[in-house]
T-cell receptor, first 113, second 114 residues
Framework: DVKVTQSSRYLVKRTGEKVFLECVQDMDHENMFWYRQDPGLGLRLIYFSYDVKMKEKGDIPEGYSVSREKKERFSLILESASTNQTSMYLC????????????FGSGTRLTVV | GENVEQHPSTLSVQEGDSAVIKCTYSDSASNYFPWYKQELGKRPQLIIDIRSNVGEKKDQRIAVTLNKTAKHFSLHITETQPEDSAVYFCAEGDTNFGNEKLTFGTGTRLTIIP
């Protein structure tokens, strides 16, 4: 089974802090994704990456950046956390989404106070 | 950009009855339509998917239908059981040209009433 591991299950950070959310997958997947999940809004794509050092903006990239220095690791960075970034953050990876879809991590619930 | 509308947002059905969730999409290039189930406190998991060259797919009590002309697809769950209670998300993607990202619907909270 593909494992997608997110480093923290719960995080509480202060407004203005720089926040790092880490995601690691162990199956050599090319594609990795960061979504945020909010009630009534579903899953919205923040950033994604098809390869090492490569990144593309999703639908809601403002206030976020990403880093993919190694194939297995995809980091989401909140440069200066704000209260409207309080959310559940889900990482996902895929080999070929059309063959087996995404495998999601367990999520990180971030609260910005 | 891509857009997926999902209805209803909440659905309650008696145990043993059927449940239907519908999604519409806007991008005519979309060719892959998965459904994910998210139980309370857990990660979303793929339960069934369909590609644009197929009109219907079944897996035991779950089926998905696709109408490409009308740009809508539906999830059908028959003989519902308490363990079917969860939030269900539809999604769409275009797997051509290496574009692997999915756009998700807003989710349907399904409650099975014993």
């Amino acid at each position: 089974d593909v494992k997608v591991t997110q480093s923290s299950r719960y995080l509480v950070k202060r407004t203005g802090e720089k926040v790092f959310l880490e995601c690691v997958q162990d199956m050599d997947h090319e594609n990795m994704f960061w979504y945020r999940q909010d009630p009534g809004l579903g899953l919205r794509l923040i950033y994604f990456s098809y390869d090492v050092k490569m990144k593309e903006k999703g639908d809601i990239p403002e206030g976020y950046s990403v880093s993919r220095e190694k194939k297995e690791r995809f980091s989401l960075i909140l440069e200066s956390a704000s209260t409207n970034q309080t959310s559940m953050y889900l990482c996902a990876s895929s080999l070929q989404v059309g063959s087996a879809g995404y495998t999601f991590g367990s999520g990180t619930r971030l609260t910005v106070v | 950009g891509e857009n997926v509308e999902q209805h209803p947002s909440t659905l309650s059905v008696q145990e043993g009855d059927s449940a239907v969730i519908k999604c519409t999409y806007s991008d005519s290039a979309s060719n892959y339509f998965p459904w994910y189930k998210q139980e309370l406190g857990k990660r979303p998991q793929l339960i069934i998917d369909i590609r644009s060259n197929v009109g219907e797919k079944k897996d035991q009590r779950i089926a998905v239908t696709l109408n490409k002309t009308a740009k809508h697809f539906s999830l059908h769950i028959t003989e519902t059981q308490p363990e079917d209670s969860a939030v269900y998300f539809c999604a769409e993607g275009d797997t051509n040209f290496g574009n692997e990202k999915l756009t998700f619907g807003t989710g349907t909270r399904l409650t099975i009433i014993p």
